[in-house]
């Protein structure tokens, strides 16, 4: 079974439907960017698999929870999908050991203890260790980003969503991030990602979706696609970001 | 149930009520005009005056915000006369009305001054503005409409406030709501039907105030 | 009759203080609580909770403190219950309290970025533990400097207890209005009391502001 399947979604904010049933399925193991023009859907498909915006109709399951359920279990969903954003999100009061240390407390209610052997391990992890007792807002955009992303690993997600997280970095900063990034799909964590960064797409990708008005309008393993881009959309979409 | 809601007994006293409510009104709507002015007059002595008259603006303010109406009610209807001042119950509401609220608005209106670009100022002095042109077209003007939320606020705080004057006897809907009240013991059944015609002035007040915004201040 | 020194009138007065003190701590405190409870129901996007807090807030803040006293005073009276000034306004007070800082509060719940929420959400947080752990230890620090101004209303407010006879600061004034009658010397020292109730509270929450104006 896919781990992240998703089956005809449809999604409309008011009359504006964005999603106009996209089907997707994401094995265990597999790096699915996603690219496509600003408002063809991307964040709002990301954001229907946690849980973050409801769809209408279709069908998401993640790790064998139906998403949009009457009764969903977002709590025990998102215990597994983690998600990192764009604008990092760090919690400001909280220091970097406390924002990595809270969903496990909190949610997992592991001991404070081990919660921190936890934090140690994954902030290693993203080379924030020395980092632990610092505060957000000591912390460079590129290091914050890291920490988003410790913070999600801490709950030992089975998939990991990332929408556009470079796309506010300064451009110093964004290898750093997804130096990161690359080397979790080495260790074979399932990522679903949203990104700009084509050469990051097509090296580290397993799979490449490209959106276009609120639909899947090509995908395949991303060399290929890159290669021979089959639809005039996505040879003009990769010719102008070229 | 062990007690009947009867506000069929209410009926016989509607013009009571009715002369209660308006005078709540006036005494709001007066002491809004009087107060805003009193508060005008404040901010601007207080942010441009000199500095001795910038002070007793501070204690006036201070004194009244940090001390209960009711109180200062007593103390003009009750304590001035023995100072040689005496006031009609109604007389001695619009005083403390207008007291009470030009305090809030002369702070209000100050902190909407103080919001002002310095640049704003010394734009209009340079256009060979007088000191009095300035204040009036650039400096109140740009302060008022900052400031217009905050002290449509007010004047329904105050409004609400006004429920006490009835301690002094001036004729207001809780002074009708009493007398109601001791005419046919029907208190609660009374002090509802006042609650919620007071409730239905505040929205109004409300919705009134924001269309009258609009209009004062529509996009220039 | 009892000659009264301006001693007299002085101490008097201040035992009488006590109460306003007494009245004013138990308001503000249970106002806060209940105030916190509202605040929760109010922001937690259940219809009927957020529809319920609204009208609570709407008529606690749209109606006069002094009908409110009022209301309680002779509607806990139609179940047969024995009231007491103090009972209903301490009641009253409470709830006039809790609408005020439940809208104050929410306006400072609100202007937490709403990325705090949806990355509280992410990790499986809970409406409760969003606020308990993410939004309210944010939000108290704005909280701080105008919930301190608030109780300065308060504080003011208590002095409409004594219409219905509850014998706190200004309903003392009356009284020993009435022994004396001296009035301009009974109402200065009540306003004078009251003053330095309020005034350290006025200032602090200015200072309060001032200081997370300056943090920004
Ligand atoms: N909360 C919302 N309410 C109304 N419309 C929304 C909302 N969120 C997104 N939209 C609209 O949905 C469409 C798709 O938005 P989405 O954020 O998914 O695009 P995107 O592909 O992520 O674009 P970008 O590359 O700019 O991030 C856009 O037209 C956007 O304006
Ligand atoms: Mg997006």
Redesign the pocket.
């Known amino acids: 079974m896919p781990l992240v399947s998703i089956r005809d979604v449809r999604k409309s904010?008011?009359a504006?439907e964005?999603?106009k049933g996209v089907s997707l399925e994401v094995e265990k193991g597999d790096v699915v960017a996603i690219i496509?023009?600003?408002?063809?859907?991307?964040?709002?498909?990301?954001?229907c698999i946690n849980g973050l915006?409801a769809y209408q109709s279709g069908a998401i399951l993640a790790d064998g929870i139906e998403v949009g359920g009457l009764h969903a279990n977002l709590r025990e969903l998102r215990r597994h999908v983690g998600m990192v954003f764009?604008q990092f999100n760090l919690f400001p009061h909280l220091t970097v050991a406390g924002n990595v240390m809270l969903a496990q407390t909190v949610v997992n209610k592991t001991p404070k203890k081990e919660a921190r052997e936890i934090a140690a391990e994954v902030l290693a992890k993203v080379g924030l260790s020395e980092k632990m007792d610092a505060w957000p807002s000591q912390l460079s955009g590129g290091q914050q980003q890291r920490v988003a992303i410790a913070r999600s690993l801490a709950m030992r997600p089975k998939v990991l969503l990332c929408?556009?997280i470079t796309?506010a970095l300064d451009p110093e900063l964004v290898n750093e991030v997804l130096r990161v990034v690359e080397q979790l799909a080495k260790e074979g964590m399932t990522l679903i990602l949203?990104t700009?960064e084509m050469r990051f797409a097509r090296d580290v990708g397993t799979k490449l979706v490209f959106?276009h008005h609120?639909r899947v309008h090509e995908q395949g393993a991303p060399k290929e696609v890159f290669a021979a881009p089959k639809t005039p959309e996505l040879q003009q979409f990769v010719g102008s970001v070229a | 149930m062990l007690y009947k809601l009867e506000f069929g007994d209410l009926l016989p006293y509607w013009d009571v009520l009715l002369q209660g409510l308006v005078f709540t009104i006036v005494l709001t709507v007066v002491s809004t005009v009087a107060g805003i002015a009193v508060g005008t007059a404040g901010a601007s002595a207080r942010t441009f005056g000199p500095a001795w008259l910038g002070r007793v603006v501070v204690v006036y303010v201070e004194l009244i915000r940090n001390t209960p109406f009711i109180v200062q009610l007593f103390f003009i209807f009750f304590g001035l006369p023995a100072a040689g001042v005496t006031l009609s119950e109604t007389t001695a509401a619009f005083i403390a009305m207008v007291i009470n609220l030009g305090a809030y608005s002369t702070e209000i209106i100050r902190a909407g001054i103080q919001a002002i670009p310095k640049g704003h100022i010394e734009a209009g002095v340079s256009l060979a503005m007088s000191k009095w042109e300035v204040l009036r077209h650039i400096v109140l003007n740009q302060a008022f409409r900052k400031i217009y939320p905050a002290l449509s606020s007010q004047i329904i705080i105050v409004m609400l406030g006004s429920s006490v004057v009835s301690q002094i006897s001036a004729q207001d809907l809780t002074y009708a709501a009493n007398f109601v009240a001791s005419r046919n013991f029907r208190n609660f059944e009374v002090y509802l039907l006042a609650a919620l015609a007071y409730l239905l002035l505040a929205m109004l007040t409300r919705s009134l105030l924001r269309g009258l915004g609009r209009i004062i201040f529509k996009a220039e | 009759m009892l000659k009264f020194s301006f001693w007299d009138i002085l101490s008097n007065l201040l035992i009488a203080t006590e109460w306003t003190i007494i009245l004013s701590l138990i308001a503000f405190f249970c106002g806060g609580i209940v105030g916190l409870i509202l605040l929760f129901m109010r922001t937690s996007g259940v219809k009927p909770l957020e529809w319920f807090t609204k009208s609570y807030i709407e008529f606690f803040q749209g109606t006069p403190l002094l009908m409110q006293l009022f209301l309680f005073f002779f509607g806990i009276a139609l179940f047969g219950v024995e009231v007491s000034p103090w009972m209903a306004a301490t009641l009253a007070l409470t709830l006039w309290t809790s609408a005020f800082l439940t809208e104050i509060w929410r306006g400072c719940v609100e202007s937490i970025p709403k990325g705090q929420w949806e990355a509280s959400a992410t990790l499986a947080l809970t409406y409760i533990e969003q606020m308990r752990y993410v939004i309210l230890p944010q939000a108290a620090r704005i909280a701080i400097a105008p919930t301190v101004g608030f109780s300065v209303q308060v504080v003011k407010g208590t002095a409409l207890a004594s219409i219905i006879g509850f014998v706190e600061l200004t309903k003392a004034g009356t009284m020993l209005n009435n022994a004396t009658f001296r009035p301009f010397l009974v109402y200065s020292l009540v306003a004078a009391i009251y003053f330095c109730l309020c005034f350290p509270l006025s200032w602090f929450a200015k200072k309060l502001e001032g200081r997370l104006n300056a943090a920004r």
């Open positions: 904010f008011g504006l964005v999603l496509g023009r600003s408002g063809s859907g991307k964040s709002t498909l990301l954001r915006e764009q929408d556009e796309s949203v700009h959106m609120g």
